[in-house]
């Protein structure tokens, strides 16, 4: 039988926490888990995803039911075999990992026309990273250039196509009533960025 695991009523990332301590607890068991919103849903289907689970989703009444089989136990968790290396062939070495918080549509403070058009200027210039731009996330205001409505909507589109990892706040897109209107990357929370901010190898703070 699956566990159940009724996280309606909580804010982010209380629903992921309470997976993540299942998971945890028993990487094997099936889980059922009930939320009450989209942003929620979405962050915990990705979250079992990376876990290596089979993840189901069907809405009822405004309530997500998501169930989850698999788990390590269907190879999910299993390490990559080591790459081989030719005698005395030193392997090249990985690009650092840039994240790039976003936290307003506006860059700066003193005049917000002239905010937004250095922060448009940034986002289109951020390509000059190269490999080492690695996750773009999007928080409070600067949600709003994840929307329909961004001005560098088909340049935030190009670098999730480039292999950029691109994630928006779901708990801000809510907030702002925005969350039908996201057109790029992820649905994150806040263990999300917490533990992406602890793996990068340099953040930038943007806003």
């Known amino acids: ?55 189901q ?23 990559e075999p080591a790459k081989k290396t030719k005698s005395g062939e030193k392997d090249a070495p990985e690009p650092r990992k840039i994240l790039v918080l976003v936290t307003s549509n506006t860059l700066g403070s003193g005049d917000d026309v002239l905010g937004e058009k250095l922060m448009i200027s940034y986002l289109k210039t951020i390509k000059e990273m190269g490999p080492e731009l690695w996750q773009l996330i999007f928080v409070n205001g600067g949600v709003r250039l994840t929307t329909a409505s961004s001005p560098v909507l088909k340049e935030i589109q190009e670098y999730e196509k480039s292999g950029v990892i691109v ?23 806040m263990l999300d960025i917490v533990m992406a ?11």
């Not at 889980?31 to 962050?43: F, H, K, Q, R």
């Not at 997500?64 to 390490?79: D, E, N, P, R």
């Open 197 to 207: 901010t602890q793996l990068a190898d340099k953040v930038v703070s943007m806003g």
């Open 57 to 79: 989703q069907a809405e009822d009444n405004g309530r997500f039911h998501i169930h989850a089989t698999g788990g390590k136990a269907a190879g999910g968790g299993a390490a």
């Open 167 to 189: 994630l928006a706040c779901g708990t801000c897109l809510d907030h702002f009533g925005l969350a039908a209107e996201k057109k790029v990357g992820g649905t994150t929370n």
């Open 1 to 55: 039988m699956a566990k159940l695991i009724d996280a309606c009523g909580l804010a982010c990332p209380a629903p992921v926490l309470l997976v993540k301590d299942a998971v945890e607890q028993n990487p094997e068991a099936e889980l059922t888990v009930v939320v009450d919103n989209p942003g929620s849903a979405e962050n915990v289907s990705r979250f079992l995803g990376t876990r290596g689970y089979q993840v």
